[in-house]
Structure formats: C-alpha cells, structure tokens
C-alpha cells in the first residue's frame, strides 16, 4: 500500500491492453481504435494527437470521453468501486489515466471549467505519480 493510499483501498490493475503493442508498432492510431474499441489507450492516443494538433478541441474531447468511458467499464471489470488507487507504474493503467488528463485538457480548451477541475482532481486521487507523469 502506497503512503498516499490512506484508506486502504486496494489498487486496480487493469489487464494488458492489446491496443498498446499495436500503438508501439506504429498503426494508425484510426484503425487501432476501429479494431479494439474498447481500448482506453487509443481512445487517448487519438485525443493527444488532437490536442497536439490545435484547432481539433472538440474532437479531442471527443476521444478523451470515449476513452475515459471505456476505461471505466475496464476498471469496474477488475474490481473497481470508484476510488481507489490506479497506479502509474502498471503500464495497462496509463490509458486510463492518459485519457483523464487528455479529458482535462480538453474541457480546459472548450471552456469546461467545473469538467477540468473535477478530471485533474480525479487523475490526482487515482495517481499522485501518473498526475505528475502527465503535467496536471
């Protein structure tokens, strides 16, 4: 248990994304989110290149909410109960938690201010590290 875990909830690890080695690899992250849409990972890939790219702020709120969903029904399948930690260090964790902050960042862009705030609160609760990893 971690020193910020004061509860003593245990961690979530989510299993292996198999999105990830195909996003390492190179695919087009399109056709990496057509194939596994379930993954969070690419749903946050997408959400970056959006923000990343400036003037595509809807859309990257767009794939930063789809895969904060879909990474939502993947934690709440490894035994999630809506807190708890959700640890950095275990890679499968980082779409999940790429996608809070892309989500962040983009309701920050379209003027979503109560969103941002709640999503860069919930990225810290989740992940003091991931949080700091991320720049929020």
């Not at 595509?56 to 035994?79: F, N, P, Q």
């Not at 109960?81 to 779409?95: D, K, L, Y």
Request: aromatic share 6%; glycine share 10%.
């Amino acid at each position: 248990m971690s020193s910020d875990n004061l509860l003593g909830i245990p961690e979530t690890r989510l299993a292996v994304d198999p999105a990830a080695e195909l996003l390492a690899s190179g695919v087009d992250p399109v056709a990496v989110a057509a194939a596994h849409p379930a993954s969070s990972l690419a749903w946050a890939t997408l959400a970056e290149g959006a923000l990343a790219a400036g003037g595509r702020d809807v859309e990257a709120y767009a794939y930063a909410r789809t895969g904060y969903h879909r990474a939502l029904d993947a934690l709440r399948k490894s035994g999630w109960r809506g807190q708890g930690p959700v640890p950095w260090s275990h890679e499968p964790n980082r779409g999940f938690l790429r996608s809070l902050a892309a989500l962040a960042r983009a309701a920050r862009a379209i003027g979503e201010s109560d969103e941002e705030a709640r999503c860069t609160q919930f990225l810290r609760d989740s992940s003091a590290e991931g949080a700091r990893e991320l720049g929020l």
